[in-house]
């Protein structure tokens, strides 16, 4: 069956690093584009970053621009969000998702405090 694991989240400091990872199973992963979204407490879902199938485009909330980097890897069936420069505002769970599917991980926390 589909599966979309994400790891790598965890408790940083204001302006640390973290690497989230999504490993996929169950679908054919390199056709499609993929996505990462967050949710933080008490807020809507919002969408963070998106990379197409073949990984050659990207797009980014504007709020994460230029801190924030996502790729993919059609050998190993995983995607990965890599966060630099973190703000206590980047706090949220977050979630990766198949482009135009219902596949979603289960999410990892992500907590930026001192």
């Known amino acids: 069956q589909v599966q979309l694991v994400e790891s790598g989240g965890g408790l940083v400091q204001p302006g640390g690093s973290l690497r989230l990872s999504c490993a996929a199973s169950?679908?054919?992963?390199?056709?499609?584009?993929m996505n990462w979204f967050r949710q933080a407490p008490g807020k809507e879902r919002e969408w963070v970053a998106a990379?197409?199938?073949?990984?050659?485009?990207?797009n980014y909330l504007d709020s994460v621009k230029g801190r924030f980097t996502i790729s993919k890897d059609n050998a190993r069936n995983t995607v990965y969000l890599q966060m630099n420069s973190l703000k206590p505002e980047d706090t949220a769970v977050y979630y990766c998702?198949?482009?135009?599917?219902?596949?979603w991980g289960q999410g990892t926390q992500v907590t930026v405090s001192s």
């Open positions: 998702h198949a482009d135009r599917t219902n596949y």
């Open positions: 169950g679908f054919i992963f390199s056709i499609y584009g």
């Open positions: 990379i197409s199938s073949t990984g050659s485009i990207t």
